[in-house]
Each structure stands twice: as C-alpha cells, then as structure tokens.
C-alpha cells in the first residue's frame, strides 16, 4: 500500500515537472517572438517618421514589410534548425559526406531565399517611395539595426554593473 502511495506521489511529480518545463520552453518561444515582433513595429514606426510617409504610402507599405518580415523570420529559424543540424552531423567521428553537402546546399538556399525576400522589399520600397524617401530609407535601414545593437549592449553593460554593485 505504500509503495503504491510513493509511486504515484513521485509519478505526480515526474508528470508536474515535466508539464512546468514545457510551459517555461513554450514562454521562452513567445518571449521571443513578441521581441522579434516589437522590433519590427519599431522599425515600421521609426521609418514612417523618417521618411514622412504619407498615409497612402503607409497603406501601400506597411503590408508588405509586415509580410517580408515575416516570410524572414520564418526562413532565419529554418536556418537555425539547419545549422544545429550540422552541428550535431559535425560531432560525428566520421560525418556522412553527402549528409553534409545536403545540410550545406539547404543552407545556402534559404540565404538565397533571404536575399530574394530582400530584393523584393527593396522593390517594393522604390516602386512607393519618393528618391529622397529612397535615399533617406538607405541611411535608415543602414542605421536602425546599428543603434538597437549599440543600445542593447550599453543596457547589458549598465545591468552588469548593477549586478556588480548589488553582490558588493
């Protein structure tokens, strides 16, 4: 009768625990894409404001990026999928040679997938932009990624400090 008792107790716990580090994982993904989706409205909010769009242009280009963007982060996690495949083929003692060139044409096509999905929004970008929208997008697109990196770095540098304050 007791170890019948244990059982289930520790049966309940197994089934507890791993219920709670599925749940977890599954937050950590919509962490994630909630960022991935503020990044890209702040992207959309900022351009609008850099380049003045009109509200047709807004109309005619929000649909578009939101699409494009989509399309990429759908391809980016393909590629990830992919490198940790190649990863683990790589740990191999010996890899299988034609497994490898698969992984690595599979690669190489959703990069050129990425820079079809590129072309295209920059084609869709000249067919609604004005030259200077175009020029200025230029100096946005170039700068926007650049700033975000530089501002994440000096909040983690900031919130280490913290970090070592706080243990001190």
Known sequence: MKIRYIISILLCLVVLSSTLTAAIQDDRLQNRRRARE?????????????????????????????????????????IGKQIRELRLTLREEEPDQEELKNKINNIKGLRNLIKKKDEELEAGMEENLTLVQRAKYLMFAANFYRELRDNLERARIQRERLRQKIKK
């Not at 380049?51 to 929000?62: G, N, P, S």
């Open 38 to 78: 503020n990044m890209r409205t702040l992207w959309l909010l900022r351009m609008t404001r850099v380049l003045e769009l009109t509200e047709e242009q807004t109309a005619k280009i929000f649909p578009i990026v939101s699409r494009i963007e989509k399309e990429k982060s759908e391809i980016y996690q393909q």
